[in-house]
């Protein structure tokens, strides 16, 4: 199995030569800048650029029947609630509604946004359409619309071949990509809780979402005071933790929701609920500060500072 995945560079050139409208829909207005900045470096990095051809390849050899195999699509038919979410999302987004899944093999609260550029499926674990708010699932289908709008799915599969299926490719050759990778969806996870927060139009039920996913409890999260619960976190998040942070493909929760209430805060989405945008901060504004909020580590020198800064 390991040779339907060899590294390709030429073929992976070739097999974006194809992807022109997709990567036209790079950079969406309201994209976290950092995700823009390091994604564009990554491009130029050997070790991603292969893993993103294995990506292709594994999708198209393995990862789409293992993944979809026995689930179900999204219909009108079938799921026709999540069936109109998912539209709704398409239009606040102003894309193609994108196919949608239920699948057993993905954990009862996750979801995957995974595929290659001109083939992607978003697929929720069972216990989604159950679990959320009908506001909430719209914050979730909205935050992978935003993965597939802002051409962030090549990266995700690679990055879900890399981690999920090591078994195919030898891991420690691969550690340089995964670094990488994880490094850029930190800044990915800021540019998506922007969409599902535009999809959802609900600040409150969008980090209601990002909570109950990350406790995968519904009965559990009944009884949990929010924002107690984000500033536990937060003060418990020392030493050790922080370097912990470097090797993780999202950032901290209380990071997460903190950066997402900045960005409610800018004049771009303050025009999109149709409020007085008058007291509002520039988009400009809110990216500086949540690279600040998404330093991992103190800078010991300007150029590490430039470095770990997200």
Not at 8 to 30: I, N
Not at 45 to 58: D, H, I, N, Q, S
Not at 163 to 177: S, T
């Amino acid at each position: 199995m390991a040779s339907s995945i060899d590294f390709d560079f030429p073929g992976y050139v070739a097999a974006r030569k194809g992807q022109a409208a997709a990567r036209l829909r790079e950079g969406a207005a309201y994209a976290y800048g950092g995700d823009l900045k390091v994604r564009a470096a990554m491009d130029r990095m050997r070790p991603v650029t292969l893993a993103l051809e294995a990506g292709v390849r594994f999708w198209h050899s393995v990862g789409r029947n293992r993944l979809l195999g026995n689930a179900v699509r999204v219909s009108p038919r079938q799921f026709p609630k999540l069936a109109a979410l998912d539209d709704q999302c398409a239009e606040s987004l102003q894309i193609a509604t994108p196919a949608l899944y239920v699948s057993p093999q993905i954990p009862q609260l996750d979801s995957e946004t995974l595929g290659t550029s001109d083939e992607v499926a978003i697929v929720l674990g069972t216990a989604l359409p159950d679990s959320l708010t009908e506001p909430e699932l719209l914050a979730v289908i909205g935050h992978a619309c935003g993965h597939i709008q802002n051409n962030h799915v090549p990266y995700l599969t690679a990055l879900y071949l890399l981690r999920k299926a090591g078994n195919l490719i030898v891991r420690w050759a691969a550690q340089p990509a995964i670094l990488a990778l994880q490094g850029w969806s930190r800044r990915a996870e800021i540019t998506c809780d922007r969409a599902g927060l535009i999809c959802s139009r609900s600040l409150d039920a969008t980090v209601r979402s990002i909570v109950k996913r990350s406790l995968s409890a519904r009965e559990f999260f009944a009884n949990l005071n929010v924002d107690e619960y984000l500033a536990q976190l937060d003060a418990e998040q020392t030493g050790p933790s922080r370097f912990q942070e470097l090797l993780a493909a999202h950032p901290s929760l209380p990071k997460r929701v903190k950066a997402l209430r900045l960005f409610a805060g800018t004049t771009y989405f303050r025009s999109v609920m149709g409020e007085p945008v008058g007291a509002g901060t520039t988009k400009e504004a809110c990216d500086a500060e949540v690279a600040e909020l998404l330093t991992v580590l103190a800078a010991r020198a300007g150029q590490a500072e430039q470095a770990e800064d997200e």
